[in-house]
């Protein structure tokens, strides 16, 4: 089938293709352009729930570690908070050279000041108060270092929705503050 080359100019000019050109011809042309068109949206059904499961679970990773995060330095306030309880505690709770002779207050279970403030964020496994240098050893520091007392927290955050593993985040916390009661 010749083509008029007037046609193919006026096409040319108008930016338009005819519509017997696009369309496949021959036999079984028909059925597969309906096959070619039938398959498209499932395809896009497939791509769409691809990418809708990629966007669940980046949100979810943002959720899990913004949880984490916020954990973390929830736990370290309270670590902090009890270090500057048992740096100040008071007489009553010191024997001889100022050792600390009632950490429950800080380190009690289940209602010293750390345990309380870190509540159900984490599992806490152990809290542990300690100064130094220690009172048994030495009854009079040395004038040019100063008394400290450390607070340590060791705890277990869980997964909220296990993206990481199935297992908890293990951490330990310390802080030390000046021993202001020696």
Same mark, same amino acid.
């Given at each position: 089938?010749?083509?008029?080359?007037?046609r193919q100019v006026s096409m040319q000019a108008t930016g338009r293709v005819? $519509?017997? $050109?696009?369309?496949?011809?021959?036999?079984? %042309?028909?059925?597969?352009?309906?096959?070619? !068109?039938? !398959?498209?949206?499932?395809?896009?059904?497939? $791509?769409?729930?691809?990418?809708?499961?990629? *966007?669940?679970?980046?949100?979810? +990773?943002?959720?899990?570690? +913004?949880?984490?995060?916020?954990?973390?330095?929830?736990? /370290?306030?309270?670590?902090? %908070?009890? %270090?500057?309880?048992? +740096?100040?505690?008071?007489?009553?709770?010191?024997?001889?050279?100022?050792?600390?002779?009632?950490?429950?207050?800080?380190?009690?279970?289940?209602?010293?000041?750390?345990?309380?403030?870190?509540?159900?964020?984490?599992?806490?496994?152990?809290?542990?108060? !300690?100064?130094?240098?220690?009172?048994?050893?030495?009854?009079?520091?040395?004038?040019? /270092?100063?008394?400290?007392?450390?607070? /340590?927290?060791?705890?277990?955050?869980?997964?909220?929705?296990?993206?990481?593993?199935?297992?908890?985040?293990?951490?330990? !916390?310390?802080?030390? *503050?000046?021993? $202001? +009661?020696?």
């Open positions: 089938m010749p083509r008029d080359p007037s005819a $519509e017997a $050109e696009t369309q496949p011809t021959g036999p079984g %042309a028909d059925r597969m352009a309906a096959r070619c !068109r039938k !398959r498209q949206p499932g395809q896009a059904l497939v $791509e769409t729930g691809l990418a809708i499961t990629l *966007f669940i679970v980046v949100v979810l +990773g943002m959720i899990e570690f +913004g949880y984490a995060f916020m954990a973390l330095n929830v736990i /370290t306030q309270a670590v902090t %908070a009890g %270090a500057r309880a048992a +740096g100040a505690l008071q007489v009553g709770n010191r024997g001889s050279c100022g050792r600390i002779t009632d950490t429950s207050s800080v380190d009690g279970n289940p209602n010293g000041l750390v345990r309380q403030q870190i509540g159900g964020t984490a599992s806490v496994t152990n809290v542990s108060v !300690r100064q130094n240098p220690d009172p048994n050893v030495v009854c009079t520091p040395n004038p040019s /270092t100063l008394p400290t007392v450390t607070v /340590t927290v060791t705890a277990d955050l869980p997964h909220l929705f296990g993206l990481l593993g199935s297992g908890a985040f293990s951490f330990t !916390r310390a802080v030390t *503050f000046r021993d $202001e +009661g020696r």
